[in-house]
């Protein structure tokens, strides 16, 4: 059954959640809200398209799950606290089966968060998802890509190349591998904490050598990244060492945290890595120079065909 536009803003609006700092939320032209007192506001947006982004047959629950969680991952990189949220949909039909489904996964992990929905939009065409966060940090404390100094140890949280494995193994990716691909964890948490430790950061959305690289220019210094100090998930190391490689260092999707810091605070983040119950590795190091070298195991200089994703 299809409904019409206001009907599915209807259906959004009364499943939405609320906080005391939205004045106006959904329903009229633009949303009123009421920034926190002494906080900066980080606003990131990203587009999710169908077959580019997400496989065709991914249900609507993870779909909607991983349009939120793509920017959460955003807004945690910088150090962030999640405050609001923009959704504009395009449908191909108006399904509230689907409608519902999605909302079930995106508003599930928005409460988690406590993020709220404050607009946005529904239009018919391909099926495409754009969402715009928004998150508060203090002023001069939020975690940018161009801090990274010489002698900075790198480090990366959770595990790399699960996304790109199940990518590879679709249609029947191992349960583990599929949830990895379709609700990614945002670390915003650790990114939160991470607010006077790191010295620089970023998400890992496009591959791990490509992202350090966009790190790197910002900051004006060189990586060398060990692959034998990649960390790979239990479902991941059942694969060969050739193609576990691959996927991590350049698959992407996998939405963990790439940082620097300095040796002298390799104890404060193995303490961190505990407190929240994730594992964060040491990768690599910053290097004078410019651009990233990944070495195997005997040392050589590892060359993938391509060091992440390119959209065009």
Request: hydrophobic share 45%; net charge negative.
């Amino acid at each position: 059954m299809n409904t019409g536009e206001f009907d599915l803003i209807t259906h959004i609006r009364a499943r939405v959640g609320q906080r005391t700092d939205v004045v106006l939320g959904i329903g009229d032209d633009a949303a009123l809200l009421q920034p926190p007192a002494g906080r900066q506001l980080v606003i990131t947006a990203d587009t999710l398209n169908a077959g580019v982004h997400f496989p065709e047959a991914t249900t609507a629950h993870d779909i909607g799950w991983k349009a939120l969680a793509v920017n959460l991952s955003d807004l945690a990189a910088m150090g962030a606290v999640p405050a609001w949220c923009t959704l504009s949909l395009s449908l191909p039909t108006s399904d509230p089966a689907w409608l519902d489904g999605f909302l079930d996964g995106f508003l599930g992990l928005a409460q988690s968060h406590g993020i709220a929905l404050v607009g946005g939009d529904t239009t018919r065409g391909p099926l495409a998802i754009a969402v715009t966060a928004i998150g508060t940090v203090e002023p001069g404390r939020a975690l940018r890509r161009d801090g990274a100094c010489v002698g900075d140890d790198i480090w990366v949280s959770g595990t790399l190349g699960d996304a790109a494995a199940a990518l590879h193994a679709w249609p029947d990716p191992s349960t583990t591998l599929r949830e990895r691909l379709d609700r990614p964890t945002p670390r915003v948490e650790l990114g939160r904490r991470l607010a006077g430790i790191a010295n620089a950061a970023l998400d890992v959305s496009d591959g791990l050598l490509a992202d350090l690289g966009h790190l790197c220019r910002a900051s004006g210094v060189g990586a060398e990244v060990e692959l034998t100090q990649l960390p790979a998930s239990t479902a991941l190391a059942t694969y060969p060492l050739a193609a576990r490689i691959a996927w991590q260092a350049t698959g992407g999707d996998d939405y963990e945290l790439c940082f620097t810091a300095p040796p002298a605070r390799r104890g404060m983040l193995e303490a961190l890595g505990v407190e929240c119950d994730l594992p964060l590795t040491r990768i690599g190091r910053i290097v004078a120079g410019a651009g990233v070298r990944a070495r195997d195991a005997e040392g050589q200089v590892w060359q993938p065909a391509r060091p992440g994703y390119t959209h065009f």
